[in-house]
């Protein structure tokens, strides 16, 4: 505890000495504790310098995303992030939270892994999710919808994703519908959302929604068949992610996204998607279960649902299935 508490007055000097006896005084613990709280916090990776006569002082703090340093970036949200789990590594934060979510986890719970050994992705697939590299983070949610009105949340999602990558690195990605994330023609991101209904009344019991962004890895981190279409932030923009800061920002934005679904009140979300969505005006290839068919992207509608023109001039909305867009991921033919 005195631990937590040391970090937080160390902390809130940004950076300037504060005296053993200031501290001791103001939690009303011997110096001795102060040492031992201090030596602990060095111990979990921070920096602490200590200098007679001036005291200690925070100068560096490590890459982790702990409840502690998520907390340091976290503003005040209304629902998402109240409750926080913080992992080292778990099989998959979606599946930790659909689990929680059976035991009766809280509306907004959050979890977060600096590494997954079982990450999943979309239709099976498995996400890359090596240790200190991405942010893994899944947020359970309980609206009072209907499954209906939650379908779009998937889609939702990547706008939140764009918004929080923009604040916490400076670089806004672009959306290949549905939901991936795109940085200079590479894939960032990507989102999973899964919905538990009632058997008997079909009502949503609830939803989970789980993105991994690629922060600080290398090309090689990335398994071979990825390296030339997978991407991270680091990569791209020369600069290493403070991955705490990100993940506070998700889940900053994933609160306002919570209440805008909740409110029905998601225009904003859908003019943002439409401009960001890099898949509208180009040439794409529906993948439908084998078969592949080459259409033009027109729209993105109300409901997320993709609008295309087939070859033959038939308009249709297309609502499940992935594309790929010509010129990306290394799809040209
Ligand atoms: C995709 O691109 O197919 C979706 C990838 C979703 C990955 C995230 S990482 C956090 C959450 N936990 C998972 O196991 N998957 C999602």
Redesign the pocket.
Known sequence: MSREQVFALLSAQSGEFLSGEDISAQLGISRAAVWKAVDALRRDGYTIEAQTGLGYRLTDSPDALTERELRRYLGGTETVGKTLYCFESI?????FLKRAAAEGAPNGAV?V?DE?T??????G?S?S?GAGR?????ALLRPRLSPKKVLPLTALGAVAACNAVERACGVRPQIKWT??LVLNGK?L????TELSLEGESGALDYA?I????NCNNAREDFPPELRDIATSLCLETGRRVCRAALAAALIEELDGLYAALQGGDTAAYLAAYRRDCLTLGREVQLLWQDAREKVMALDVDEQFGLVVRHEDGRVETVRTGEVSVRGLYGYVE
């Open positions: 099989d998959s934060t979606n599946s979890a892994a997954q079982a990450g999943r992705g979309r239709r697939r996400f999710s991405g942010v893994y983070l899944s939901n991936d894939k991101s990507g989102t999973l989970v789980g993105i991994g962004v």
